[in-house]
């Protein structure tokens, strides 16, 4: 495991030191894997959303092709 180092304001590092029970050192990398988790995800959903595109893309062509007209026919029959 890599180390980094962290500054803090000073009043920060006395209210740290204030809550001594807490393993700040476990809480800062457990916030940090979780932080890097939710955007390898973004990151992840983000590639399978452009692969997607042109398929998105073909299905709302689909749909507006499929409406064309419609509103004209409902007319006709009156039934708007």
């Known amino acids: 495991m890599v180390s980094i180092t962290l500054s803090v304001p000073e009043g920060v590092k006395r209210r740290m ?11 800062i990398r457990k916030a940090i894997i979780e932080k890097t988790d939710k955007l390898t995800w973004k990151e992840e959903m983000l590639k399978k959303l452009k692969q997607e595109e042109p398929l998105t893309e073909w299905a709302v062509k689909l749909q507006r092709d499929s409406r ?3 509103f004209e026919e409902l007319k006709k029959k009156g039934l708007l």
């Open 17 to 27: 030191e204030h809550f001594s029970e807490i393993n700040w050192s476990g809480f």
């Open 68 to 70: 064309k007209g419609r």
